[in-house]
């Protein structure tokens, strides 16, 4: 298993401003991957977070909203940037460990964007 | 593009019946993942299916690998109040390897 802290737990936010979100993981991991998972709904994957490389963001999201960084094998950040109500959310990190990769999540970061 | 769809979406049950959610992916996998998120919780891993046809047990959990590693399944016998959270099965993407989740399917129970 692995041991993943998220910072902040939630926050309430303006529309137009940035918030950046805290990912720590209790060892090394080459990989760290950010979720997002509107109410009610199931887990979307924003991008792949490399250490020592830029992130990998899938379809839909792109970097000037989403930016991420990876300054080492413990920690990531996700930036929402400049909000709206739309981008209201609970963003996940996440590790995978095992022979299969199965994922260890943290507790997340719920968003409200007024 | 690849899809894991699973149905149904919400199932309310009375304490002591069964459930099962079901799993279907577009294409064939090469391992089936299965999360289970309480209300106001994260997803944490349940377990993993590798092989063909494969049956595994977690006390009152069975979960299914069908023989085409296209499908699987998820039942919980004689439901009880501490099951209620949504469930969700992943399979990974023919490239690249990364997760990609079902739907989910919610669950209530009724004490």
């Known amino acids: 298993s692995a041991v993943i802290s998220q910072k902040p737990s939630r926050d309430i936010c303006q529309r137009g401003t940035s918030l950046t979100i805290q990912c720590q993981v209790d060892?090394?991991?080459?990989?760290m991957f950010w979720y997002r998972q509107q109410p009610g709904q199931s887990l979307t994957l924003i991008a792949t977070?490399?250490?020592?490389?830029?992130?990998?963001?899938e379809s839909g999201f792109v970097i000037d909203k989403f930016p991420i960084s990876r300054p080492n094998l413990t920690f990531s950040t996700l930036t929402v940037s400049n909000m709206s109500p739309e981008d209201s959310s609970i963003y996940l990190c996440?590790?995978?460990?095992?022979?299969?990769?199965?994922?260890?999540f943290g507790p997340g970061t719920r968003l409200t964007v007024l | 593009g690849q899809q894991v769809m699973q149905i149904p979406q919400y199932q309310h049950v009375q304490e002591g019946e069964d459930f099962t959610t079901y799993c279907n992916s577009s294409t064939t996998l090469s391992n089936i993942q299965w999360y289970k998120q309480r209300p106001g919780g994260h997803p944490v891993f349940l377990i993993q299916l590798v092989k063909s046809g494969e049956v595994k047990k977690q006390k009152r959990l069975t979960f299914q690998f069908g023989e085409a590693k296209k499908n699987s399944s998820l039942h919980i016998t004689a439901t009880q109040t501490t099951d209620v959270g949504t469930y969700f099965c992943a399979g990974p993407q023919r490239r690249g390897g990364k997760l990609i989740f079902g739907q989910g399917t919610e669950l209530s129970v009724k004490p």
């Open positions: 996440s590790v995978a460990r095992g022979l299969n990769n199965e994922q260890f």
């Open positions: 060892s090394q991991v080459t990989m």
């Open positions: 977070a490399n250490q020592g490389s830029e992130a990998t963001y």
